[in-house]
């Protein structure tokens, strides 16, 4: 990263790649980054669930609040 780079910058990077989404709850979603806002709120397509591992259900385009967010990392 570079080092006047800003968090949402790094995000924006990311629009439209695959990421991986580290929830409070332990679940993980993974998706391609459509948008975000100032809260790290995220809108996901070709959404899916896992939980250890494991698929555990598809979402399509789904909404993930921010404050339910402890990691996001891209995919590839």
């Known amino acids: 990263m570079e080092s006047n ?3 949402l910058d790094t995000l924006n ?3 439209d790649k695959k990421v991986i989404i580290e929830l409070k709850n332990g679940k ?5 980054l459509i948008a975000f806002d100032i809260h790290i709120n995220i809108v996901l397509e070709d ?3 896992y939980q250890d591992n ?3 259900r598809k979402f ?4 993930i609040r921010g ?3 402890i990691l996001i990392s891209p995919s590839e």
């Open 54 to 56: 494991e698929l555990k």
């Open 60 to 63: 399509g385009s789904t909404f």
């Open 67 to 69: 404050d339910t967010i």
């Open 28 to 32: 993980q979603i993974r998706g391609t």
């Open 47 to 49: 959404a899916e669930e």
């Open 13 to 15: 990077k990311a629009r």
């Open 5 to 7: 780079s800003r968090p």
